[in-house]
């Protein structure tokens, strides 16, 4: 049994009121440890140990600063396969994919960051023969961040990072779900010698520990990335407290497909975009319109290489599709599936629980399900799933298809698929979207914001957007 333990003030500790909570493999759907139920107590000892930090880190120079980030990303590295493992087991993704994608770019976002705080240039602006006017960037000082179970050390690090390269410090909660790579990260940060009380982790649920972050006088900025719901209470208990606020939410990406793109490419791309992480990426693609000349060739493409998509045990070398992260969030999605049916799609292949034999019989498996047939503005359509079930939808105009992308709350991310540059640029305009992504998907440069239109969030995260985030700007005026 795996016991989880906070990360306050430089060491690990238990619960102050002792309480635990369980943590369950998805593939198993078996308890494999134990996690602390934190509470506003727990809360309160790491914003007290972050303010006693906060004057001696803020003091060192972002050389020293970045240092000791590229130092975490470097452990990072080293126990790239120890972390990858973890995070399967903890999520339910494929171990192929935390090898290549979650743990590498975790460590991507410490390096990143932490050279990056070197080069957070001040600006000047001469008013001639009159004054001198230069702005500079402080830390705003104790702040939290609030990451998801989708993709756990990934996006836990890429709030930490930057909040860290500029000076702050952070109390950080991961999600209850999947909380053990946050863990691993705590001893990391012990070996590196990072300085006590710079960052807290802090585990527990969004009720007991989520809403003590939020509401602790101490804590100067939230960073949040989670559902829509849970972002809107976030933002009525923050705002009147004139907290700064990142919130990256929801999304119901569209994928437009148009008829003199490489089809090759096109689906290939867009089973990923469907089912990576099994459909549990903000990022992912699951409105698929399609130009009618080519449609019944993207479809019929499209679902013969969905029956290589390989359902099984995580930790399988040739699985493509592992659990769903948890049995709720199982139901949830078979939920939508019914929903689906009674509002007239057609099933194309899926739609039903997987059993996988031995260790993952009890697992949370779904099988990639695909549906035609159905209006663009049903709640299949329009409401986020989050999990392996996508739609597809002819279209004849591109006026009509852009009509249908923009339809929903959400404006997180979108992919547009043609050759035609002219195009291409026009109908990005055209989208209601914080990405658009041509002719690839998922393609992220570390340097480039990121967050979404309308319901998917407020703010930016990513290169300068993210430092300037963790930062207050001060303007000083020397007349001449």
């Keep these: 049994m795996l016991l989880i333990q906070n990360y306050l003030n430089g060491q690990l500790v238990p619960p102050l009121a002792g309480r635990y909570l369980d943590n369950i ?24 140990a972050a303010e006693a930090a906060l004057p001696a880190w803020r003091a060192l120079p972002a050389e020293e600063r970045g240092r000791m980030l590229v130092k975490i990303a470097d452990l990072i590295d080293a126990n790239l396969e120890r972390l990858a493992q973890a995070e399967s087991q903890d999520n339910g993704k494929p171990l192929s994919l935390a090898r290549v994608m979650d743990i590498p770019r975790a460590a991507s976002n410490f390096h990143f960051f932490g050279t990056a705080a070197e080069h957070f ?15 500079v960037r402080h830390p705003i000082g104790v702040v939290g961040c609030i990451s998801p179970w989708n993709l756990p050390l990934y996006l836990f690090t890429w709030k930490i990072a930057p909040a860290l390269a500029v000076g702050c410090c952070v109390v950080a909660k991961p999600s209850e779900i999947t909380p053990a790579t946050a863990f691993l990260l705590s001893e990391l940060c012990m070996e590196a010698g990072l300085p006590p009380g710079v960052l807290n982790i802090i585990h527990g649920t969004g009720p007991g520990c989520g809403q003590a972050i939020v509401e602790h006088p101490g804590i100067k900025a939230i960073s949040f990335t989670g559902g829509t719901a849970t972002g809107r209470h976030l933002a009525r208990t923050a705002a009147p407290m004139f907290k700064k606020l990142s919130l990256e939410l929801g999304g119901k990406n569209p994928n437009l497909v148009f008829a003199d793109c490489d089809l090759a490419a096109a689906v290939a791309t867009s089973i990923r975009s469907s089912f990576a992480n099994q459909g549990q990426i903000c990022l992912c693609g699951s409105r698929i319109f399609i130009e009618r000349p080519v449609y019944e060739a993207f479809k019929t493409e499209f679902l013969q290489q969905l029956q290589a998509q390989k359902i099984g045990d995580p930790l399988a070398a040739d699985t493509k599709q592992g659990a769903l992260v948890s049995q709720a969030h ?5 939920g939508y599936i019914e929903l689906a049916h009674e509002e007239g799609g057609r099933l194309l292949a899926g739609g039903k629980r997987v059993t996988v034999p031995g260790r993952c019989a009890e697992g949370y498996f779904l099988e990639p399900t695909v549906f035609e047939n159905l209006p663009h503005d049903c709640r299949t359509n329009q409401e986020e799933i989050f999990g392996p079930v996508v739609t597809l939808t002819p279209f004849d105009t591109e006026e009509e298809v852009i009509a249908w992308a923009n339809s929903t709350d959400y404006g997180l991310s979108a992919t547009i698929w043609t050759t035609n540059l002219t195009r291409a640029h026009r109908v990005a305009q055209a989208l ?6 041509v002719n690839t998907w998922l393609h992220r440069d ?17 290169g300068l957007e993210a430092l300037r985030f963790f930062t207050e700007a001060q303007n000083v005026c020397v007349k001449f």
């Design 25 to 48: 493999e998805p593939a198993t759907g078996q308890v494999y440890g134990q996690l602390p139920d934190s509470g506003p107590d727990d809360v309160a000892a790491a914003v007290a």
């Design 121 to 135: 240039a001040t600006e000047a602006h001469m008013q001639e023969g009159i004054a001198l006017n230069y702005t």
């Design 330 to 334: 199982l139901h949830k999605v078979l």
């Design 432 to 437: 209601h979207s914080g990405i658009v992504w």
């Design 446 to 462: 570390l340097r480039t914001p990121f967050g979404g239109m309308k319901n998917s969030g407020v703010g930016r995260e990513g």
